[in-house]
């Protein structure tokens, strides 16, 4: 995910440089246009004073004629480059509206991939606090694992104390057993003298 925002940042960061790049073409467009402007309106001051050297021409007499053909090239050279400066200055314009529109895409493209970074990074965030929570639950489900295993030796281990107690008692009900036993058995042979005694004292008076 890091590498992700980390793509993202540079993704944006060329949109950037490419929005700045269209901008300075832009303006370098707008220049150009105005120096084929000014070209443009050179040849129209050429084309003027080529037409008044025609005029002169007319008026120069002998000379005039030579004088004209040279005035007649240079008219033809202006109008030619006013064509030109005209053709070149159309395509500026188309040109600068292009690059326009791409300035206008590429800063759309910026601000998208702006939000993208941004929604990538507040992934980014969420990714890490999830992370952490992970780690948390881990910790405790350790602790959890950690309580139960003493929990399961503390149930072993009473449930021995149990059996000892257990056999404790039933050994305990047997020693009773035998002195409840004993005890009868010493009654039955004191009875038995006392019924000796008291026949021997019968006897005795009689």
Do not use: C
Request: aromatic share 2%; hydrophobic share 45%.
């Amino acid at each position: 995910m890091l590498d992700a925002a980390g793509g993202a940042a540079q993704g944006g960061d060329v949109v950037g440089r490419v929005v700045t790049t269209m901008a300075d073409i832009d303006t370098s467009s707008q220049k150009i246009a105005e120096i084929i402007g000014v070209i443009d309106g050179i040849a129209f001051q050429t084309n003027i004073l080529a037409l008044n050297a025609a005029v002169e021409a007319a008026r120069a007499g002998e000379q005039g004629p030579g004088f004209a053909v040279v005035a007649s090239e240079v008219r033809t050279l202006a109008q030619r480059s006013a064509g030109a400066a005209k053709e070149i200055k159309h395509l500026i314009q188309d040109s600068v509206t292009r690059i326009g529109n791409g300035a206008a895409l590429a800063s759309e493209a910026g601000s998208t991939m702006q939000q993208v970074v941004s929604s990538v990074q507040r992934v980014t965030d969420i990714m890490s606090e999830i992370t952490s929570a992970s780690r948390e639950q881990a910790a405790g489900i350790t602790q959890v694992n950690q309580t139960v295993t003493q929990m399961d030796e503390t149930t072993q281990q009473n449930a021995a104390l149990v059996e000892e107690a257990t056999a404790a008692a039933r050994a305990m009900e047997d020693q009773a057993t035998q002195l409840v036993d004993a005890v009868a058995v010493f009654r039955l042979e004191q009875q038995d003298q006392l019924n000796t005694l008291l026949a021997n004292a019968r006897h005795a008076y009689t």
